[in-house]
């Protein structure tokens, strides 16, 4: 990792300086496949508040100098929207022994760096510091393989995420709506869920 880069964890109304920055950060990488969200300040900044009024919440920040090049958030899971915790209702979880790592976004001039891993290590940490989580876990978004906007080249994440001890549960599943690069209107886009269990 880059000497100049430095990871800081945050929670509740410390985000609270750093949500314009985080706002226009998920803009730029989130309109890169394979999410090709076409999203707005306005949306971002009220998504974010989740975490500022959360005191469980955390997001790991990548900081270049005082610049914000990454960020990652987790939740627990009892806090998230009814789209992330009806799968693990409906699947028997217990929704307070579940703790969600929502978005992680990088500049992409720091990309190669091992942020990525760190985001997951900080991020786990903090699940272990609140104690009490069986199962941790995110979900990526389901594209086609011949999907017009796949990058040449385009390499999925999966082996990283399987190196971190997550495990693909295609039965874990959800939809989401929003609104695609060139699209006039939000379309459904399904969700898979990955897994670790905390032993």
Request: glycine letters at 6%; aromatic letters at 14%.
């Amino acid at each position: 990792m880059s000497k100049n880069i430095r990871i800081e964890r945050c929670s509740g109304t410390a985000l609270e300086r750093y949500i314009p920055e985080l706002a226009r950060l998920r803009i730029e990488v989130f309109r890169e496949f394979p999410y090709l969200y076409d999203g707005t300040y306005e949306y971002e900044e009220k998504y974010l508040q989740t975490y500022l009024n959360c005191p469980d919440s955390v997001i790991v920040l990548a900081l270049d100098e005082d610049k914000v090049v990454g960020a990652s958030t987790a939740i627990p899971m009892k806090y998230e929207t009814e789209e992330l915790k009806h799968p693990f209702i409906k699947a028997g979880y217990d929704l307070d022994k579940v703790f969600y790592c929502s978005e992680s976004v990088l500049n992409k001039n720091y990309r190669g760096l091992g942020i990525g891993v760190r985001f997951f290590e900080e991020r786990e940490a903090h699940a272990k510091e609140l104690g009490g989580f069986e199962h941790i876990t995110f979900c990526c978004v389901e594209r086609p393989t011949d999907h017009p906007r796949r990058p040449a080249g385009y390499v999925p994440l999966d082996q990283f995420w399987n190196k971190r001890g997550y495990v693909k549960h295609p039965e874990l599943n959800t939809t989401y709506l929003w609104k695609d690069l060139d699209d006039t209107e939000e379309t459904p886009k399904p969700m898979t869920f990955w897994l670790k269990h905390e032993s």
